[in-house]
Protein backbone atom coordinates (compact mmCIF):
# COMPACT_ATOMS: atom_id res chain seq x y z
CA UNK A 1 0.00 0.00 0.00
CA UNK A 2 0.77 3.50 -0.61
CA UNK A 3 2.29 4.93 2.76
CA UNK A 4 1.50 8.63 2.96
CA UNK A 5 3.61 10.64 5.55
CA UNK A 6 2.75 13.68 7.54
CA UNK A 7 4.11 15.69 10.10
CA UNK A 8 1.95 14.81 13.22
CA UNK A 9 1.70 18.74 14.41
CA UNK A 10 1.97 22.00 14.10
CA UNK A 11 1.30 25.38 15.80
CA UNK A 12 1.17 28.59 14.47
CA UNK A 13 -0.26 31.80 15.46
CA UNK A 14 -3.72 33.24 13.69
CA UNK A 15 -2.74 35.55 11.05
CA UNK A 16 0.73 33.41 9.67
CA UNK A 17 1.05 31.02 6.98
CA UNK A 18 0.97 27.62 7.55
CA UNK A 19 2.23 24.51 5.33
CA UNK A 20 1.64 20.69 5.75
CA UNK A 21 2.99 18.27 4.10
CA UNK A 22 2.14 15.02 2.86
CA UNK A 23 4.98 12.71 0.87
CA UNK A 24 3.89 9.72 -0.82
CA UNK A 25 6.17 6.00 -0.73
CA UNK A 26 5.47 6.16 -4.31
CA UNK A 27 4.17 8.40 -7.03
CA UNK A 28 0.46 9.48 -6.51
CA UNK A 29 0.08 11.52 -10.35
CA UNK A 30 -2.50 14.03 -8.67
CA UNK A 31 -4.56 11.95 -7.15
CA UNK A 32 -3.73 13.26 -3.74
CA UNK A 33 -6.49 14.96 -1.36
CA UNK A 34 -7.13 17.22 1.78
CA UNK A 35 -9.48 17.19 4.32
CA UNK A 36 -10.38 18.78 7.59
CA UNK A 37 -11.93 17.31 10.71
CA UNK A 38 -12.73 18.82 13.96
CA UNK A 39 -13.07 16.88 16.79
CA UNK A 40 -16.40 15.18 16.86
CA UNK A 41 -17.30 15.74 13.24
CA UNK A 42 -16.73 14.10 10.36
CA UNK A 43 -13.97 15.27 7.71
CA UNK A 44 -14.66 17.59 5.29
CA UNK A 45 -13.02 18.02 1.93
CA UNK A 46 -10.97 20.72 1.57
CA UNK A 47 -9.10 20.39 -1.74
CA UNK A 48 -9.37 17.21 -4.55
CA UNK A 49 -6.88 16.48 -7.15
CA UNK A 50 -3.74 18.49 -5.09
CA UNK A 51 -4.84 21.96 -6.24
CA UNK A 52 -8.94 22.11 -7.00
CA UNK A 53 -10.72 24.30 -4.29
CA UNK A 54 -13.28 22.56 -2.96
CA UNK A 55 -16.67 24.76 -3.59
CA UNK A 56 -17.41 26.45 -0.37
CA UNK A 57 -13.97 26.17 0.93
CA UNK A 58 -12.32 29.66 1.58
CA UNK A 59 -9.64 30.44 -0.86
CA UNK A 60 -7.12 30.64 2.51
CA UNK A 61 -7.10 27.01 1.66
CA UNK A 62 -4.94 26.29 -1.14
CA UNK A 63 -3.01 22.67 -1.95
CA UNK A 64 -0.27 22.07 -4.23
CA UNK A 65 2.34 18.95 -5.63
CA UNK A 66 2.62 16.01 -7.66
CA UNK A 67 4.23 12.69 -7.95
CA UNK A 68 5.23 12.08 -4.29
CA UNK A 69 5.20 15.53 -2.50
CA UNK A 70 2.33 17.54 -1.42
CA UNK A 71 1.51 20.84 0.11
CA UNK A 72 -1.67 21.80 1.69
CA UNK A 73 -1.39 25.53 2.98
CA UNK A 74 -3.29 27.77 4.93
CA UNK A 75 -3.05 31.54 4.27
CA UNK A 76 -3.43 33.36 6.84
CA UNK A 77 -4.53 30.73 9.22
CA UNK A 78 -7.25 31.74 11.45
CA UNK A 79 -8.45 30.51 15.20
CA UNK A 80 -11.49 28.48 13.44
CA UNK A 81 -8.64 26.37 11.72
CA UNK A 82 -8.11 24.63 14.79
CA UNK A 83 -8.43 20.73 13.06
CA UNK A 84 -7.10 17.37 12.42
CA UNK A 85 -5.80 17.41 8.38
CA UNK A 86 -5.49 14.48 6.36
CA UNK A 87 -4.26 13.69 2.87
CA UNK A 88 -5.64 10.97 0.86
CA UNK A 89 -4.52 9.17 -2.11
CA UNK A 90 -6.60 7.36 -4.45
CA UNK A 91 -3.98 6.63 -7.66
CA UNK A 92 -3.08 3.33 -5.96
CA UNK A 93 -4.91 0.69 -4.76
CA UNK A 94 -6.01 0.79 -2.29
CA UNK A 95 -6.75 4.69 -1.44
CA UNK A 96 -4.61 5.42 1.76
CA UNK A 97 -4.70 8.03 4.57
CA UNK A 98 -1.57 9.97 6.28
CA UNK A 99 -1.70 10.10 9.63
CA UNK A 100 -3.16 13.04 10.14
CA UNK A 101 -1.88 16.58 11.00
CA UNK A 102 -3.08 18.18 14.23
CA UNK A 103 -3.16 21.90 13.77
CA UNK A 104 -3.32 24.20 17.09
CA UNK A 105 -2.92 27.79 17.32
CA UNK A 106 -1.17 29.69 19.96
CA UNK B 1 -28.38 18.75 -0.33
CA UNK B 2 -26.90 15.40 0.09
CA UNK B 3 -27.14 14.03 3.38
CA UNK B 4 -25.77 10.30 4.78
CA UNK B 5 -26.28 8.85 8.46
CA UNK B 6 -25.14 5.45 9.62
CA UNK B 7 -26.95 3.76 12.11
CA UNK B 8 -25.87 0.16 13.65
CA UNK B 9 -25.15 -1.62 16.42
CA UNK B 10 -22.24 0.33 18.89
CA UNK B 11 -21.09 -2.87 20.71
CA UNK B 12 -20.54 -5.86 18.82
CA UNK B 13 -19.23 -9.24 20.23
CA UNK B 14 -15.26 -10.69 18.79
CA UNK B 15 -16.40 -13.59 15.88
CA UNK B 16 -19.29 -11.98 15.34
CA UNK B 17 -20.70 -9.75 12.37
CA UNK B 18 -20.84 -6.04 12.00
CA UNK B 19 -23.79 -4.91 10.10
CA UNK B 20 -24.41 -1.20 9.48
CA UNK B 21 -26.61 1.16 6.80
CA UNK B 22 -26.00 4.26 5.61
CA UNK B 23 -28.99 6.24 5.04
CA UNK B 24 -28.64 8.72 2.15
CA UNK B 25 -30.64 11.46 1.36
CA UNK B 26 -30.84 14.23 -1.35
CA UNK B 27 -29.10 12.09 -4.16
CA UNK B 28 -29.72 8.83 -5.48
CA UNK B 29 -27.25 6.09 -4.86
CA UNK B 30 -27.81 4.39 -8.18
CA UNK B 31 -25.20 7.56 -9.28
CA UNK B 32 -21.38 7.98 -8.46
CA UNK B 33 -19.73 5.88 -5.91
CA UNK B 34 -20.15 5.16 -2.31
CA UNK B 35 -17.66 4.05 0.24
CA UNK B 36 -17.23 3.31 3.72
CA UNK B 37 -14.18 4.48 5.65
CA UNK B 38 -13.05 3.68 8.86
CA UNK B 39 -11.11 5.53 11.87
CA UNK B 40 -9.41 4.11 14.90
CA UNK B 41 -8.54 5.31 18.13
CA UNK B 42 -5.42 6.91 17.56
CA UNK B 43 -6.39 8.65 14.31
CA UNK B 44 -4.93 6.40 11.66
CA UNK B 45 -8.12 5.98 8.83
CA UNK B 46 -8.58 2.96 6.31
CA UNK B 47 -10.67 3.12 3.27
CA UNK B 48 -12.88 -0.37 3.34
CA UNK B 49 -14.32 -0.24 0.25
CA UNK B 50 -17.40 1.44 -2.39
CA UNK B 51 -20.26 0.46 -4.45
CA UNK B 52 -20.77 2.07 -7.44
CA UNK B 53 -23.70 3.50 -9.06
CA UNK B 54 -23.79 -0.20 -11.17
CA UNK B 55 -23.62 -2.39 -7.93
CA UNK B 56 -19.91 -3.53 -8.36
CA UNK B 57 -17.89 -3.01 -5.48
CA UNK B 58 -14.12 -2.44 -4.97
CA UNK B 59 -12.41 -3.56 -0.66
CA UNK B 60 -9.48 -3.15 0.58
CA UNK B 61 -7.08 -6.10 -0.09
CA UNK B 62 -6.81 -6.18 3.78
CA UNK B 63 -10.64 -6.60 4.45
CA UNK B 64 -10.96 -8.88 1.24
CA UNK B 65 -12.26 -11.98 3.14
CA UNK B 66 -14.35 -10.92 5.58
CA UNK B 67 -16.22 -7.49 3.94
CA UNK B 68 -19.44 -6.83 2.00
CA UNK B 69 -20.74 -3.91 0.88
CA UNK B 70 -24.37 -4.27 -0.53
CA UNK B 71 -27.28 -2.02 -1.39
CA UNK B 72 -30.90 -1.57 -0.98
CA UNK B 73 -31.94 1.03 -3.77
CA UNK B 74 -35.64 1.32 -3.11
CA UNK B 75 -34.75 2.53 0.35
CA UNK B 76 -31.15 4.54 -1.13
CA UNK B 77 -29.28 2.83 1.52
CA UNK B 78 -26.05 0.82 1.31
CA UNK B 79 -24.87 -1.54 3.70
CA UNK B 80 -21.85 -2.62 5.25
CA UNK B 81 -20.86 -6.12 6.72
CA UNK B 82 -17.66 -7.20 8.12
CA UNK B 83 -17.67 -10.64 9.67
CA UNK B 84 -15.28 -12.35 12.25
CA UNK B 85 -14.30 -9.00 13.80
CA UNK B 86 -12.04 -8.18 16.47
CA UNK B 87 -10.72 -5.96 18.85
CA UNK B 88 -8.84 -4.70 16.32
CA UNK B 89 -11.93 -3.39 14.17
CA UNK B 90 -13.26 -1.35 17.06
CA UNK B 91 -13.18 1.98 15.12
CA UNK B 92 -15.64 4.96 13.87
CA UNK B 93 -17.39 3.87 10.69
CA UNK B 94 -17.77 6.73 8.26
CA UNK B 95 -20.09 5.93 4.95
CA UNK B 96 -18.84 8.44 2.27
CA UNK B 97 -19.96 9.66 -1.27
CA UNK B 98 -17.13 9.78 -4.30
CA UNK B 99 -18.51 11.68 -7.33
CA UNK B 100 -16.49 8.89 -9.31
CA UNK B 101 -13.73 6.41 -9.57
CA UNK B 102 -11.26 9.43 -8.32
CA UNK B 103 -12.05 8.36 -5.23
CA UNK B 104 -12.39 11.84 -3.19
CA UNK B 105 -14.97 12.15 -0.69
CA UNK B 106 -16.78 15.31 -0.59
CA UNK B 107 -20.06 14.17 1.57
CA UNK B 108 -19.78 12.41 4.97
CA UNK B 109 -22.37 11.08 7.52
CA UNK B 110 -21.44 12.02 10.71
CA UNK B 111 -20.11 8.74 12.23
CA UNK B 112 -21.15 5.70 13.95
CA UNK B 113 -18.64 4.50 16.64
CA UNK B 114 -18.77 0.89 17.19
CA UNK B 115 -17.03 -1.08 19.96
CA UNK B 116 -15.71 -4.84 19.78
CA UNK B 117 -15.83 -5.95 23.01
CA UNK B 118 -16.88 -9.04 25.23
Known amino acids: DTVLTQSPALAVSPGERVTISCRAS??????MHWYQQKPGQQPTLLIYLASNLESGVPARFSGSGSGTDFTLTIDPVEADDTATYYCQQSWNDPPTFGGGTKLELK | EVQLQESGPGLVKPSQSLSLTCSVT????????WGWIRKFPGNKMEWMGY???????SYNPSLKSRISITRDTSKNQFFLQLNSVTTEDTATYYCARSLNWELCFDYWGQGVMVTVSS
Open chain 1, 26 to 31: ESVSTL
Open chain 2, 26 to 33: GYSITSNY
Open chain 2, 51 to 57: ISYSGST
